[in-house]
């Protein structure tokens, strides 16, 4: 396989189908581009080789003797590493669990081993899942293959790395508070949050439970789409599972979005933010225009309360999961989890439960919303992607803070359980990816994909490769920062 192309699943199961190319070739292939590469990026924090290999020799029997189980059959990817795997250890980014070995999979990894998907590995990400930057304190930083200097986003971060480096084909992340959104957005990638409840979560360390939804990476909006028909479904095993059939949308060649209704925010979500990236979600409007959506201005009810609400909701939930291993083990976290949780252990029940009816009237006006519409568009990371250590960034003259500046479009949305697709609609002029949430309503997963993906065939920004990524296809390995 040529390393500067960089086929989807449908085309690489065209390529095992006839013969052209195996598994086998695809995976000896990625493990030495993540040989070559990853010691400069720190995506994986296991890999996973010689099962992958197994998988892969396997996976080119089944295919070659005509039992082909599927479009993900002999693909391989990377699992976020919260994720539990049978006989590989699942850290969670933390120090206390750095040899923790699972004896069985979760949900998600069970349904990928029936698709017939190939695991290369456990990626990294903030500590315990608790943060956007993905600079772990005993892991070391994740780095943007953009920019290594640069954070790829979190707590997801080494899931969206290893796949915009091209370390893996496909990838699954969790969203709690915008962890698959943002880092989708900082590494110029597609990824997913479905329906709150739409995938099992079992298996899968929690950090909020009435927040908590996992989702996948694709490099193209069809191969996030072909991942999340695989691991969507009801699982009676996890109490939040809906019992639902998993829709998916029909991915043209030359998509329409003639009739389609979009839904623009009048206010918050385009308030003070980068002018650059508005430019690029500005012009994306104008894109999604030209093949045929109606553009129509909303008011959504107060985000920044919303955003609020979360925060304390996360806190208390989060306490909650770490409060004994807080007393056994507290040198263990490091210094920003520990005060994250320390705050969460001061708020009152009668705070959380207030905080909890006031959610249930917020989503109730947000759903109200999408009545008109059919999505909302409105900018991912309304800030440019800060650099590794840094804490404070100026935007347009005024200094933000980085976790709460980053995490002020994506934050509120967790809240609501909907479905909302991030896509790479630009560049700014640091060569730093810009990101656009497309929201849908409830079980909404199809449409937005549908939407997300007549997008990206009129663009080609999601074409675009990380220098990082081109220099080591040239055989010569970046140096590590």
């Known amino acids: 396989m040529n390393s500067l192309s960089r086929p989807g699943i449908r085309e690489l199961g065209t390529l095992f189908a006839d013969g052209s190319l195996s598994p086998v070739e695809v995976v000896q292939d990625t493990l030495r581009r993540i040989e ?3 010691p400069a990026i720190n995506s994986y924090l296991t890999v996973t080789a010689d099962l992958a290999l197994e998988q892969a020799a396997d996976a080119e029997s089944e295919i070659r003797a005509g039992r082909k189980r599927g479009p993900l059959h002999g693909i391989p990817y990377a699992a976020k590493d919260l994720l539990d795997t049978s006989g590989i250890r699942t850290t969670v980014g933390s120090r206390i669990r750095a040899r923790h070995v699972p004896s069985s999979n979760a949900a998600v990894i069970e349904k990928l081993d029936d698709a017939g998907a190939i695991l290369l590995g456990k990626t990294g990400l903030h500590e315990w899942a608790y943060g956007i930057t993905s600079t772990n304190p005993h892991f070391g930083p994740v780095r943007n293959p953009w920019d290594p200097e640069r954070i ?19 990838s699954l992340g969790s969203d709690t508070g915008g962890s698959i959104r943002i880092p989708a957005a900082l590494c110029g990638i597609a990824g997913l949050k479905p329906t709150f409840g739409r995938i099992s979560r079992r298996g899968t360390f929690p950090l909020g439970h009435t927040l908590d939804t996992l989702g996948p990476f694709g490099l193209r909006v069809e191969d996030t789409a072909l991942t999340y028909g695989a691991i969507a479904g009801h699982d009676p095993s996890d109490p939040a599972s809906v019992s639902r059939p998993v829709e998916l949308p029909a991915l043209e060649l030359e998509p329409c979005l003639k009739g389609t209704v979009i839904g623009v925010p009048s206010r918050f979500f385009f308030d003070r933010f980068d002018p650059e990236i508005a430019n690029a979600v500005g012009n994306a409007l ?10 129509r201005t909303v008011r959504t009810p107060d985000v920044e309360a919303a955003n609020s609400l979360h925060r304390l909701i996360l806190l208390a939930e989060a306490a909650s999961v770490h409060r ?3 007393e056994s083990h507290r040198t263990e976290f490091g210094d920003d989890v520990r005060a994250l949780l320390d705050q969460g252990r001061f708020v009152l029940a009668t705070e959380y439960l207030d905080a909890q009816r006031a959610r249930r009237e917020f989503c109730r006006e947000f759903d109200s919303v999408l009545l008109d519409v059919d999505a ?8 440019p992607t800060a650099r590794i250590g840094e804490l404070e960034i ?7 803070n980085v976790r709460l500046a980053t995490t002020r479009n994506v934050r509120a949305l967790n809240l609501t359980g909907l479905p909302v697709l991030s896509v790479p609609c630009g560049f700014r002029g640091d060569g730093m990816p810009v990101g656009m949430q497309i929201v849908g309503p409830k079980y909404g997963e199809a449409g937005i ?10 663009t080609d920004w999601h074409a675009r490769i990380p220098p990082m990524a081109l220099k080591s296809a040239s055989g010569t390995a970046p140096e590590a920062p």
Do not use: T
């Not at 100026?394 to 933000?400: D, N, W």
């Open 394 to 400: 100026e935007v347009g003259g005024k200094i933000e």
């Open 152 to 170: 790829p986003g979190g707590s997801s971060g080494g899931s969206a790395a290893a796949l915009a480096a091209g370390l893996c084909v496909f």
């Open 324 to 326: 004994r291993r807080l």
């Open 449 to 458: 994909l549908a939407i997300g993906h007549a997008y990206e065939q009129a």
């Open 36 to 38: 070559r590469l990853d």
């Open 376 to 383: 909302l568009a409105i900018p991912a990371v309304p800030i």
């Open 286 to 295: 104008s894109v999604m225009e030209g093949l045929g959506v109606e553009l």
